[in-house]
């Protein structure tokens, strides 16, 4: 229900709401800078980067914070149409992600069949 709600009010504000998929995303292990993994327990409060080139360092929260607003970015950049014009700015209340997807799925099917 808290999922609903949120949705609404993102599509309401004119954004739309997207859930990371945390298992295969693990933000609380990524580094946001390089993108490469490290592990850690829930003690660890600090992401220290284990790649060696990179050697960031950040609060752990914040870090996974990060990790998720870049995802999300890119979920965000990936609903720009060939054309450029965001899918985004045709309904307003488009009810969130998963209609967006369909919008995005008819696009790219209509794009499919011109071809022929
Ligand atoms: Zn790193």
């Given amino acids: 229900m808290i999922t609903r709600r949120v949705t609404f009010k993102a599509a ?4 739309f709401y997207v859930e ?10 990524r580094c946001a800078k390089c993108w ?16 060696a080139a990179c050697g960031h360092v ?9 990790v998720n607003l870049i995802w999300a970015r890119g979920q965000e950049l990936s609903s720009v149409g060939v ?3 965001a899918l985004l700015s045709a309904p307003v209340n488009t ?11 008819q696009k790219l099917l209509a794009q ?3 071809k022929g």
């Fill in 95 to 105: 009810g969130g992600f998963k209609q967006l997807t369909q919008v995005k799925r």
């Fill in 20 to 29: 990371s998929p945390t298992r295969t995303l693990k933000p609380t292990q």
């Fill in 112 to 114: 499919q069949s011109s």
């Fill in 58 to 66: 950040e609060d752990r929260d914040v870090n996974a914070a990060q």
């Fill in 83 to 85: 054309d450029g014009q």
């Fill in 36 to 51: 490469e993994l490290t592990p850690k327990t829930l003690a660890d409060r600090i992401h220290q980067c284990s790649n």
């Fill in 12 to 15: 309401e504000a004119g954004g």
